[in-house]
């Protein structure tokens, strides 16, 4: 039986106290009794250390360490065999009330398997020592809030809450493909279960597996939850890899990804050159061809893997042209692997670009090409100064200066391509009868055969490769033709007392004689008498010849169905030549006639070394000049020969 002292005593936790009884009567009072003691404890205190943790799949595991004070005071022993603790379990946080077992002191952890899978369970744990204090249990262990999902409360269960897990479903939507040189990067999403039935339990980390083709483990780690991709480089050209992926939760690893295989490839190289030419030109600007041999490496080491496309990369070193407008540069333009040529378009008149191109195949980018500079360029302007010279041969000769645009704003010789010049007979160019194209940046140009006395208008335009420029202004030019291809005069030896000689003439005609032509020669100062013609006069000519003379002229005429060419010889003989006045230079003058279009030209030729002297006057060799003063007035131009103190002193005019 217990009986209560009616005096409170202060008694001390953890004290031995040490109690005997007696009895007392009216009488007298007994002996004490045998003397008891016990250690005075309370109730233990919580358990320490507690950590509720998943202990694998669908199983939890609840750990602890003893409370700290187990009933006689912090740090003071107590005997296990009275000690035991209790265990909370309830299914979900609404439950009204749980199951309550309890455990062998000597136990520290608990494992509770087969649980609901997605369920969160709410766990805690006591001890109970044999104190009578609250039948011995201590206060549940009291979780903080930043712990556990609900607050911790002394005022029953303490519990704290943990969702029940499986292992987590393979990743998904994993992809395995070439990313930069012998690299391939693996990509996946989250598994559509991470533990709990849905995708919203935390992982652990993922493990990514990579294996070439026999097998061998090439690449394996453990990669954060947060990392979703993985480039695994170092690998093998044409090799094939496979790639496989798994997530890991609290409950353990989750199931494989399928594999997914791609072959390591080399970044494609470049290729080997770029080329730019101009092309034409557009209203809305320039365009420039941008061609290049194919790439030999595309991804293996040679040519055989097909590339995905080629990218052509221009750019501008000027921010504007030479008149100020802004220097306008088209992106990048992918073309398909089998093309490798394209024409850019509305680039600047007058700006420097240049041109990269690159190849591109799965494992990325590959290098770009030394780049190719052009100079977008337009219509150059009209050729400037054009002058035009007549010459003889029926040639005229055409010069003229560099225009002050020839394509980039600027008057700058090497954008010139070629000049093209053209001849007309009227001055408004309806129709042009020849066309003539320079060599290069040549700035002169002739035309040649043509018709003496028809007038030729001229004019001269400016090539560049992309564009032709308007026309120069318009020139023009009388043709004019020499009669005389060379000259031969043999003189006898002068007549005393008259000054007269005889003379043989051979003259070699330049061009052609016409049909009804007649040839008139002038000898100035001479009076010619006697003139007859040898049987060939005018060699392998069909038609009638005649010959006569009056003053200073000889007059040769023919009548035939042809025309004589020219290089055809015509020669002549003169009884008497007669000068009065031998001092000075002998002259002769050379005069053709068409009778068909009744136009006169008169040429002179000056034969330098030759001298009158007895006996003969030859003259070897002929040079041209025009000594005309203006284009239409036609001036008398003389054949000199040199006969200064050439004759006996008796045969000369005192």
């Known amino acids: 039986m217990t009986y209560d002292t009616p005096n409170t005593i202060a008694l001390v936790q953890g004290v031995r106290y040490y109690v005997r009884v007696r009895a007392e009567n009216t009488l007298d009072v007994s002996n004490y009794s045998d003397s008891v003691s016990r250690d005075l404890n309370l109730a233990p205190g919580p358990p320490n250390s507690v950590n509720l943790s998943v202990a694998g799949n669908l199983s939890l595991q609840l750990d602890w360490a003893a409370p700290l004070d187990l009933g006689l005071g912090a740090g003071q022993s107590y005997p296990l065999d009275s000690f035991q603790y209790s265990i909370y379990f309830q299914k979900n946080a609404n439950q009204s009330a749980g199951d309550l077992f309890s455990v062998s002191a000597s136990s520290t952890e608990l494992v509770l398997d087969r649980l609901v899978k997605g369920t969160t369970y709410y766990i805690s744990v006591r001890a109970q020592n044999d104190a009578l204090q609250n039948g011995g249990y201590g206060d549940w262990y009291n979780h903080s809030a930043g712990d556990c999902s609900i607050a911790a409360v002394n005022a029953g269960p303490a519990t704290c809450g943990i969702l029940v897990v499986d292992f987590p479903s393979a990743p998904q939507s994993v992809t395995f493909e070439q990313n930069g040189n012998l690299a391939i990067q693996a990509v996946w999403s989250r598994p559509a279960d991470t533990g709990p039935g849905d995708s919203t339990y935390s992982l652990n980390s993922y493990q990514v597996q990579v294996v070439d083709s026999v097998g061998t483990i090439a690449y394996d780690s453990s990669l954060a939850e947060t990392v979703l991709n993985v480039t695994v480089g170092g690998l093998t050209v044409a090799e094939y890899y496979r790639v496989q992926i798994r997530g890991i939760n609290h409950a353990g690893n989750g199931d494989w990804s399928t594999f997914v295989s791609s072959i390591a490839l080399l970044l494609p190289a470049p290729p080997s050159t770029v080329v ?85 195949n799965e494992a990325g980018t590959g290098n770009s090409t030394s780049s190719a500079f052009r100079l977008a360029i337009g219509t150059p302007s009209a050729p400037l100064n054009l002058a035009v010279q007549a010459v003889y041969s029926g040639q005229l000769d055409l010069e003229w200066d560099l225009p002050a645009d020839t394509g980039g704003f600027l008057s700058q010789p090497y954008l010139v391509d070629r000049y093209k010049a053209e001849a007309s007979l009227d001055a408004s160019f309806s129709s042009v009868f020849e066309t003539k194209l320079t060599k290069g940046q040549e700035r002169s140009i ?149 009778k068909q279009d009744n136009f006169t030209i008169d040429r002179s030729f000056n034969v330098s070394g030759a001298t009158l002297v007895q006996g003969a006057l030859v003259a070897p060799s002929v040079t041209f000049s025009d000594r005309r003063t203006g284009v239409v007035q036609t001036t008398l131009v003389e054949f000199t020969l040199s006969a200064r103190n050439t004759l006996p002193s008796d045969g000369l005019i005192k």
Not at 304 to 331: A, D, I, K, Q
């Open 276 to 360: 730019t030419a101009w092309t034409k030109v557009l209203a809305s600007g320039a365009v420039i061809t941008v061609s290049f041999p194919l790439s030999t490496q595309t991804g293996l080491g040679n040519d055989t893997w097909p590339l995905l496309r080629y990218e052509v990369v221009p750019s501008s070193p000027n921010s504007t042209n030479p008149e100020g407008t802004t220097c306008f540069v088209p992106g990048t333009i992918s073309l398909d692997r089998t093309v490798n040529s394209t024409e850019i378009g509305n680039l600047t008149k007058g700006c420097t670009y240049s041109f990269a191109v690159r190849s591109v």
């Open 446 to 594: 002739s035309f040649f055969f043509l018709q003496e006395g028809v007038r030729v208008y001229c004019r001269v335009f400016q090539l560049n490769e992309a564009a032709e420029g308007p026309n120069s202004t318009v020139v023009s030019e009388l043709p004019i033709i020499p009669p005389l291809l060379d000259a031969n005069v043999t003189l006898s030896s002068p007549r005393t007392g008259n000054v007269s000689v005889s003379a043989a003439v051979v003259l070699k005609l330049f061009t052609a004689l016409p049909a009804e032509g007649q040839i008139v020669v002038f000898f100035p100062n001479f009076t010619v008498a006697g003139v007859s013609l040898p049987s060939n006069t005018i060699n392998g000519v069909d038609g009638t010849v005649s010959v006569s003379s009056q003053g200073e002229k000889v007059y040769i005429s023919r009548a035939g169905s042809s025309a004589v060419s020219g290089s055809t010889t015509v020669s002549f003989t003169i009884d008497d030549l007669v000068n009065r006045h031998w001092a000075g230079d002998a002259l002769f003058r050379v005069q053709t006639v068409s």
